[in-house]
């Protein structure tokens, strides 16, 4: 179990708009720490496709005190597109790698996940793909960096459910293609996830626990509790669809059926 988190931000912020956003993600992360408390990371990504990391072996409550994160922070300006935290309970791959730790970063592809892939060592052979660390969630990020996401929505829809039911186990996923800066993927498979739109600050907020967002917001905001074995892909700069919603919606699966492993 670990806790994700996301924001995806619509639009070019004033200051107070920045210093409410930057108050309501941290504390997104230190409401996830009981859901991990071994490791907490984010990253910010800009339209430039740039972005800055930062990962701790220390509990989220502890981390936002940091030197660091308020390094983090202050980098944090207003033309910011997409801000992702994790906290981690590890379940393969041991802390003291960094590389472990989430947000993970496999070619284009930037991310965060909750859950357990138990064929992750047979799809690195399989997939002849070049593993740089042992987490299992490593192997979810590295067959998405092999899929176009420039693609004709038809073939991107099918190149994803092709790639889901290789996984075996559990996920839920945020990740970016930094080539497509401000679209967020989520692969929302069997692990929690709700996201709510404030139109205030044209601000999606993803997060693996729902009552946070009712903490957030207060008791009458509108959250949606998002259904399962779903990919949802979200860009609020996009003009075809109402605001804060999925601009690509459609099923996939897993291949929990067929589990190999190179055991």
Excluded at 111 to 130: A, C, P, Q, R, Y
Excluded at 150 to 163: A, K, L, V, W, Y
Excluded at 189 to 210: C, G, I
Excluded at 240 to 263: R, Y
Aim: hydrophobic letters at 35%; proline letters at 5%; a positive charge.
């Amino acid at each position: 179990m670990c806790g994700l988190t996301g924001i995806v931000i619509g639009k070019k912020y004033n200051k107070k708009e920045l210093k409410r956003t930057k108050e309501l993600f941290t504390n997104i992360l230190i409401e996830h720490e009981e859901r991990g408390r071994e490791a907490t990371g984010v990253v910010a990504i800009w339209p430039d496709s740039s972005f800055i990391i930062k990962k701790s072996l220390l509990p989220a409550g502890e981390f936002v005190k940091t030197k660091e994160y308020l390094r983090f922070l202050k980098k944090l300006d207003p033309k910011v597109s997409i801000i992702l935290g994790h906290t981690r309970k590890p379940t393969k791959g041991p802390l003291w790698n960094m590389d472990n730790n989430h947000p993970i970063v496999v070619g284009n592809i930037i991310g965060v996940h909750n859950g357990t892939i138990k064929n992750d060592d047979h799809l690195f052979n399989s997939e002849g793909l070049k593993r740089q660390s042992e987490v299992d969630s490593e192997i979810i990020f590295s067959v998405l960096n092999e899929i176009n996401f420039g693609d004709h929505p038809e073939r991107f829809t099918h190149s994803i459910q092709e790639t889901t039911k290789k996984l075996s186990g559990s996920f839920t996923t945020l990740s970016v293609n930094i080539k497509y800066p401000t679209k967020i993927l989520l692969l929302k498979y069997n692990q929690p996830m709700s996201y709510h739109y404030s139109r205030q600050l044209d601000t999606l907020f993803f997060t693996s626990r729902y009552l946070f967002l009712r903490k957030a917001f207060g008791k009458s905001v509108i959250t949606e509790a998002l259904p399962g074995k779903t990919a949802y892909m979200f860009d609020l700069l996009s003009n075809l669809v109402p605001k804060g919603e999925p601009c690509m919606k459609f099923p996939i699966e897993s291949g929990n059926n067929i589990v190999k492993t190179d055991d």
